[in-house]
């Protein structure tokens, strides 16, 4: 089981969002439920508010679509044969099928420099890993719950900030290993995640390009 990475975001439902506009606050809430996903099998409540989503009846979107293959992927599991596949994936005997880590990705080593410049990133933002936190800050889970505090903070990053953000340390990997997600061999449940995470990044993706043209490029080294 992970330790929880900084800034760890309990459950969507926990979020301060009553200020946010309704995107801001959906937004918050899709990064906060991968992180979770990411971080851990979910827990039985979890899995209870998986199972109900519900999507607009008029909404043929593929995200919507990916929505609901969340949720009856969710109908088709319980708690323990999700520890077992989350096990197989991200931790499995010496390693799992995946490795949700940026500098691995990027690099194909761990602890190189897309983590060194992560960390930077991080104290300017004023964000530190919690005390007793073994994993590295670009863990997947870690980045996703970063993303939710740049919007959901009492006081939000400013959307180029977390547009710079997204486009320097989840944009160049995070679609990858989604993809790699939904195609793993002991992925079930995951696949889901996968496909949703895969889809919400691409949103996002086009999002910034639409409301912040002249931002995101990466930071020179």
């Known amino acids: 089981m992970l330790s929880q990475p900084a800034g760890r975001i309990e459950s969507p439902e926990v979020v301060r969002l009553s200020a946010l506009?309704?995107?801001?606050?959906?937004?918050?809430?899709?990064?906060?439920?991968?992180?979770?996903l990411l971080a851990g099998p979910p827990d039985a409540g979890m899995l209870h508010m998986l199972r109900g989503i519900s999507p607009e009846a008029d909404d043929d979107s593929l995200l919507a679509a990916a929505w609901q293959m969340l949720a009856v992927?969710?109908?088709?599991?319980?708690?323990?044969?999700?520890?077992?596949?989350?096990d197989a994936l991200f931790i499995g005997v010496g390693r799992g099928e995946l490795v949700p880590y940026g500098s691995w990705y990027l690099t194909g080593f761990l602890m190189e420099q897309p983590l060194a410049q992560l960390r930077g990133d991080l104290r300017e933002l004023g964000?530190?890993?919690?005390?007793?936190?073994?994993?590295p800050e670009d863990h997947a889970a870690a980045l996703c719950d970063t993303m939710a505090l740049l919007i959901t903070a009492d006081e939000p990053a400013p959307l180029d900030q977390q547009h710079g953000f997204f486009a320097r340390h989840l944009e160049p990997w995070m679609p990858r290993f989604f993809r790699d997600l939904q195609q793993a061999e002991s992925a079930r449940f995951y696949r889901a995640v996968g496909q949703l995470g895969e889809l919400f990044i691409g949103v996002e993706a086009q999002a910034f390009r639409v409301?912040?043209?002249?931002?995101?490029?990466?930071?020179?080294?």
């Not at 964000?127 to 994993?135: F, L």
């Not at 912040?212 to 490029?217: D, E, H, I, L, Y």
């Open 21 to 36: 506009p309704d995107e801001d606050r959906a937004r918050g809430n899709v990064y906060a439920l991968l992180g979770n």
């Open 73 to 86: 992927a969710a109908s088709r599991t319980d708690h323990e044969s999700l520890r077992e596949e989350y």
């Open 127 to 135: 964000i530190e890993r919690q005390a007793g936190v073994h994993e």
């Open 211 to 221: 409301s912040v043209p002249a931002a995101g490029a990466a930071k020179p080294s």
